[in-house]
């Protein structure tokens, strides 16, 4: 009678060794599938007019907070004109039952270490009555690098 409980031992110690080797991999697996997730979602910080871009984006046109504070300085004071345009024109949106569009075009970059000033023109658009009006307001942005580059200040040029 020996015999069979020794077949019976094998039997798990091999069932044991490929479950063992399944959950390692599976955990493998799941560490590769994060860290790729995280690289190909995250969004390009790797230049301030990329980073000025990808917040604007992110801030002015999606207005979605999460996405925005990804690209920006931990400190965000320095960006209350920014803030203060984003509400005024969401107010608009409420009072008069409109959309407004806010674009821009190229982006000036004056770099200088790890500090960057990045200079752009907003444009502020919305049709009413079948016709496009916009109006163009120029914004300074101030970048800065530690890993990577993050929107730190932005004010209204005058």
């Known amino acids: 009678m020996t015999p069979p409980v020794r077949k019976r031992r094998r039997w798990r110690l091999v069932l044991a060794v490929i479950a063992g080797t399944l959950a390692v ?9 994060y860290v790729a997730y995280d690289r190909y979602t995250a969004p390009d910080q790797s230049a301030p007019d990329i980073t000025v871009n990808n917040y604007l984006q992110a801030y002015m046109a999606d207005r979605n907070d999460v996405r925005a504070k990804e690209l920006a300085c931990g400190d965000t004071s320095k960006m209350a004109e920014l803030a203060a345009l984003r509400a005024d024109l969401a107010a608009r949106e409420q009072r008069f039952q409109n959309t407004f569009r806010v674009s821009w ?14 200079l752009v023109d907003l444009t502020i658009s919305t049709r009413i009555n079948n016709l496009t009006q916009s109006g163009r307001q120029s914004w300074r942005f101030v970048t800065e690098r530690d890993d990577k580059w993050r929107v730190c200040e932005a004010t209204q040029v005058k």
């Open 25 to 33: 991999l599976g955990s493998a697996g799941a560490v590769i599938g």
């Open 105 to 118: 075009g190229k982006l000036d970059v004056a770099e200088r270490g790890d500090t960057a000033e990045v």
